[in-house]
Each structure stands twice: as C-alpha cells, then as structure tokens.
C-alpha cells in the first residue's frame, strides 16, 4: 500500500502541491488527471524521492521513502527522457535494468518478445544509441524498461503522450493487463480524460495541488471528468 | 546585439548553481589576473633579452627581437594546440534563438564577436605591448615601423582564434598541427633543418615592410567572414545543428565481469569513455596527464623537488582527477533513473571509486618506467603519489563531486556549437587542496630527513588512507543523500 500523509510543497511562498492524506491500495489502476500545473509530476516525484516534500511523509509499503532505500527494489518509474541512459543502445539499457532487477540477460530476451508488436521492429536489433531514437520510440524504450523485473509498483507519468494512435492503443492494453495481477499497482497520469479512465480503476483529480475528486470508475466517470474539466 | 547580452546576463545569474558559479568566477577571475600581470611582467623581461626560467647574466639573449621573430612561429602553434584544448567556444543556446525574429547574422556575430574578447586574445596582447616597449627604449627600432608589426602579429593572433572556431570541430586538423609542430622541433633539435631561417624571415618582414600588414589584415578579414559564414549556412537543424549518426554496436566488455557487483556500473562507464566524445576527450586527457611530471622535472633547477611532487600528483591522478572529478556529472542527463533504480549509493559511488583506482593504477604503471629512467627516487616518487592519490585524493575527488552540479551534456557532439570542451575550471580548482597537503608534507619531512623519506611520508599517509574506506564512504554517501535534491534540480536544467 502507498501513502500518503499530509505531503505537501512549497516553492518560496507558492504551494504546489496539498495532498492531506492519500491510500492506493496494492493491485489498484490508479489514474491522476490534471492540468498543467495541477501537481502531478510533483506527486509522482514525493513519492520516487526525486524531490523533498515540504511536509509529511510518503509511505510505500510501510517503509518511508525519504529514510530507507529499499523502496526501490519493487518500484518502477518513468517519468521522463531522464529515465534514458542515451549512449546505450536499446538491448544494453534493458540489460542493465534487468540486471538492477536480478533478471538474467535470457530472462529480459524472453520478457522482450511480448513487446515485439509496440516496438514494431524499430527498436531491437538497430544500429542506434538510444539518443538517435525519435522521442515517441525514446518513449517505448522506457515505459518497456520500466516493466522489467516484475515491479511491484509502477509509476508512469504521461504515458500516452507523444505516442502514435496505434502505440497509444496497445500501450493501453498492455497497462490494462499489468493491473489485473493482484499485487501489481500502477499508477498512472495523463491530460487526456478519455485515456486514463479506460486504463484505471480510481481516479484522483488534482487542480493548483489539491485533490479535487476521488472516485471509483463507473460508466459515467468520463462525463463526470468532462463536465468538470468544462465548467467556467 | 543588447538583447543578446542580456540573455547572457540572464543564464548566468539565473542558474540554480548561481552560487558556486560565482566562487568558481571569482578565482577564475584571480587567475585571468594572476596571468594577466605574469604576461606583461614577462613581455618586459623579455623586452630586455633575460631569459625568465634561467636568469643568468651569459644566457642573455643579445637581440630580442630577432629572438621573437625566430620563435614566433612556434608560438603560434602551440597557441593553437592550447587553445583547442582549452579555450570554450562561448556561442550562445543558438538553437531557441533561431525561431526568434532576430536576423541570423547578428544572432551569429554576437557569438563569434564574444570571442575577440577571450583570455587568449587579450594575453598575448599584454605579452606583446610592453616587449615591444622594452626592445623600443633598449635599441634603434624604427616606432613606428614597431607599431605596424605588432598590428601584424595582432592580426595573426586573431586570425588562430578564429580558426579555432571552426577547428574546433576537427580533431584529426589539431592532430596534424601539433605532429607538424613535434616534427620541426625534433627536425631543429638534430640540427638537420631549422624552419625558424625561414618563418623569421617573414616576420621581420612584416617589420622591414610596414606595407606587408596588409597581408595578415586581408587573411583576418577572410576568416573572420568564413567562420561568419561557416555558421550561416550550417545553421539548420537537420544540417549544422545534427550531424549523422555513427552506426552503433553493442559492447560487452566481459573482462569487466571480474569486477562482481561492480561490473554492471563499470560496463556503463567505458560504453560512455567509448562513445561520448566529450568523455573521450577527458579521458584521454587525463592519461596524458601521465608526462605532466617532466615538465617539473625539466624546470628542477628553479622549483626544485618539491614542485616535482606536484607533477607526479597529477602524472599518477590525472585520469581520477579529470575524470572523476566529473562523478555524478556523467550521469547529470539520467541521475533521477539512477536515483530510482534499485541502486544502492554505495555501490554506485564504490564503482566510481573502482574507476578512479583502475586510472591511478595504469597512470602510475604507464608512469613508473618513464621517470625511473631518471633513478631510483624519482620512481619512488611516482609509487607514492600514486597511492597518495588511490587512498586519499580518490575519496576527496568523489566527495568533491556531490557539490559539483554543473551538467554534462554528453550528446553535445549532435550540436555543432555545442560546447565540446572536456575542461572545467571548477573540478580543477578543487584539486588545490589535494595537492597541498602532500607537497607540504613532502616539505617538511624532507626538510628533516632526507628526500625519499619524505616521499615514503606521502605514500604511508596514502596507505592509512586505504584502511578508513568504510567510514569515509559513509560520510561521502551521507553528503550525496543530503546534496540529493539540489543535485536532481541543477540538472534538470537545460544549458
């Protein structure tokens, strides 16, 4: 379980983000909608320790991020292209995160051949480093690296972004797959409404830092979303 | 033009390492001074024909300006060389500016003109006026005669600092430069030619024939209108500003394996030496640093021996100091993937520390032969700097580096302004006080004993060093941790 207990940051008198208390249970699709500014990425950075929060404490699986490091061996992120060793090629960057994740280069082979469809023959086997990829295939490298080694806890900022239509769909389906395991939770944010209520199961709107809805998806999550979003 | 400045202004006062920024300008500023004064204070000296490294009355040079004209060729030469290796290509983000309704041309100006007011420029300016000074009030030189051959060599020196711009981005042309250079030296030193008969003719001609100015001001203008031009039409994003990509092969580096946990740190670390320019450049600058020692030990008889041991500081740390020093800026482009992975600090800054050792340890194997060659106390000298280096200055270097935050960008090379240049002021100003304290230490116990026993003095603190690992690294990550969050902001950054 993740949470979080009264995080908040203040960047010289302006407060970016306000959460008083958050739970994401284990197993959950969490999505996190907002936006420019909203405190997303800030979100996601409290809880990978990128930044240090102002106030409170994140909690992932009871140990406190900020104090222990051994968060780190079942969570996974990417948020992004600083997520991307360039000089490596695509097979050497998966190889040594799988090697961070104690999977053996046969292991990440195996592991790589599901995602043969997404990275549409573009990525494994190039003569490329990965800082000669276009952004969208960059994008791919990552979101796949961040799978490997079977984390516990993903984080994925803006996934869909940048991404071509039939990217966008398969990416889903293979987002859609990873939160039906029990103990996998993924934790999702996006600009686009439409995208994030078809990958998650809870939705947690933030505007200026503050959480502004948590609900359960429904039918009517979307136009709920919508309306909101649309309101003067 | 005034806007540009101001942007300048801007990037300079606005970034988040302001503070260091600031201290690292203050002592460059102490060092453009330091050297400011030491070239006028040289052109005076060598105005009146005493020769600075030998000041003995037979050694006096009966002709200075003869002397100057012969040797002017060599002075250019390593100018260039030295400005290669040194000298920042100040030229603006350029890339954002190219969308911005701004003319190209004077977006380009601006850079290239920043440059006229380079270090390198202005030195040779304050070596040139008070030598000619000197060899004025000393002989029966014409004025103003003087006066058009100093605008000459003036104009050759600016002609280099534009070449050097668009030098900048060939190695192979600098390489042929300087084994130009090496080959007349060593032609000279065997007495089977000596180039200096012909390049002093030329110069004195410029002295002779006032008239002949016209040459070198006609050569300036046409560089300065080609490295103009050069940038003009190689200012496109899919043509200056990319350059074609290399195909890529994966490497393995198996022998690596032997490094345990280590290996996998260790197998990035050479991918990025093999495939970043910049990191290459360091690199092997750091390894060059190996004959950095014969040059003190040439200059023996002025320094004396205690100087000698800051050479093999640098001969056997070059690589660690240069390199390493660098630690966590190679991985300033991916440190939030670094500090989310399932890396412990102390494997991580352990595998540095490794590569650190692995450079000390084939400096000093590549040191050893060459100034044993000198006897047995200069390789004795070289055994304790090297551990000196491997159990203290290691730790330092690494320490060092929680506080560097400036960023590497290591695909720089896409960009052909990009700034290339394997040299930062700062990591080599934190060397200071890892060279200090052994040279004071070598003072002192030398001063009482004899010189080898203050050679052992610096290895035996060397060796203590090694055993205090442990709780130094302790301190070392503990800093990192605390400098974490600032480090992550600094880098994120662009420019």
Not at chain 2, 286 to 295: A, D, E, K, M, S
Request: charge should be positive; aromatic fraction near 14%.
């Amino acid at each position: 379980m993740i949470k979080f207990n009264n995080i908040s940051k203040t960047y010289s008198k302006q407060t970016v983000l306000d959460v008083e208390s958050l739970e994401i249970q284990p197993g959950q699709a969490f999505g996190l909608v907002g936006n420019n500014g909203a405190g997303k990425t800030t979100l996601f950075s409290t809880l990978l320790d990128l930044i240090k929060p102002s106030t409170g404490e994140v909690l992932n699986n009871d140990i406190n991020v900020r104090t222990s490091e051994d968060w780190k061996s079942f969570t996974s992120a990417f948020l992004d292209e600083s997520f991307l060793i360039g000089y490596l090629m695509p097979e050497e960057y998966f190889y040594f995160v799988g090697e961070l994740r104690n999977f053996s280069k046969k292991q990440v082979d195996d592991f790589l051949t599901d995602f043969e469809d997404l990275f549409n023959n573009e990525i494994l086997g190039g003569k490329k480093y990965i800082r000669d990829l276009s952004k969208g295939n960059q994008k791919k490298v990552g979101i796949v690296a961040a799978l490997i080694g079977d984390p516990k806890v993903i984080v994925l900022d803006e996934p869909f972004a940048n991404l071509d239509p039939t990217t966008q769909i398969r990416l889903k389906k293979i987002i859609k797959n990873l939160s039906k395991k029990e103990d996998v939770t993924v934790l999702v944010s996006s600009h686009d409404l439409q995208d994030v209520t078809e990958v998650s199961d809870r939705i947690v709107l933030l505007e200026k830092g503050l959480i502004i809805k948590d609900i359960k998806k429904t039918t009517k999550t979307l136009k709920d979303l919508e309306s909101y979003f649309t309101k003067e | 033009m005034f806007q540009l400045v101001k942007l300048q202004y801007k990037s300079f006062f606005r970034s988040a390492s302001m503070g260091g920024s600031l201290f690292a300008k203050i002592f460059a500023w102490l060092g453009i001074i330091y050297f400011t004064l030491m070239a006028i204070a040289i052109g005076f000296i060598h105005g009146t024909g005493i020769s600075v490294l030998n000041p003995d009355a037979d050694n006096k040079i009966e002709f200075p300006f003869e002397w100057i004209n012969e040797n002017l060729i060599y002075a250019f030469a390593y100018w260039i060389v030295l400005r290669y290796i040194l000298q920042k290509i100040p030229i603006v983000n350029i890339r954002q500016l190219l969308l911005t309704p701004m003319k190209k041309s004077k977006v380009i100006r601006f850079a290239v003109n920043r440059t006229n007011f380079s270090t390198f420029n202005l030195m040779s300016i304050f070596y040139l006026v008070p030598f000619s000074l000197t060899v004025y009030s000393m002989g029966d030189l014409d004025s103003n005669k003087l006066i058009f051959w100093n605008i000459s060599i003036i104009a050759i020196v600016y002609i280099t600092n534009y070449l050097n711009i668009v030098l900048n981005k060939r190695d192979s042309l600098v390489l042929i430069i300087a084994g130009v250079l090496i080959l007349f030296r060593a032609l000279e030193y065997w007495d089977f030619l000596d180039f200096t008969v012909y390049s002093k003719i030329i110069f004195t001609s410029f002295y002779n024939q006032p008239v002949l100015v016209l040459i070198p001001i006609g050569l300036l203008a046409y560089t300065y209108y080609s490295v103009i031009r050069f940038f003009r039409f190689g200012l496109y994003i899919d043509t200056g500003l990319q350059v074609q990509v290399a195909e890529a092969s994966q490497d393995d580096f198996k022998f690596l394996n032997r490094f345990g946990e280590m290996a996998k740190f260790l197998r990035n670390d050479f991918r990025l030496i093999k495939r970043s320019k910049r990191a290459r450049n360091t690199a092997l600058m750091g390894i060059g640093f190996v004959l950095y020692g014969l040059i003190f030990l040439w200059a023996q008889d002025i320094y004396g021996d205690t100087m000698l041991i800051f050479g093999y500081l640098f001969s056997t740390g070059g690589f660690m100091f240069t390199f390493c020093g660098l630690v966590p800026s190679w991985d300033s482009q991916h440190y939030s993937f670094m500090m989310c992975q399932n890396i412990k600090y102390i494997d991580y800054l352990k595998s540095k520390w490794y590569l650190g050792c692995l450079g000390i340890g084939i400096a000093t194997l590549l040191a050893s032969p060459i100034y044993a060659y000198f006897g047995l106390f200069h390789f004795v000298a070289i055994i304790c700097c090297g551990v000196y280096n491997l159990g203290l200055n290691s730790y330092l270097t690494l320490w060092a580096g929680a506080f560097t935050k400036s960023k590497v960008d290591l695909d720089s090379m896409k960009n052909a302004m990009g700034d290339s240049k394997a040299f930062n002021s700062k990591t080599l100003l934190l060397t200071i006080p890892q060279m200090v304290v052994p040279v004071v230490v070598y003072l002192v116990v030398s001063k009482f004993f004899t010189p080898m026993i203050g050679c052992f003095a610096i290895g035996i603190l060397g060796a203590v060093g090694v055993f205090f690992r442990k709780p130094v690294f302790k301190l070392i990550i503990q800093t990192y941790k605390t400098e974490k969050y600032s480090t992550l902001s600094a880098y994120k950054e662009t420019n």
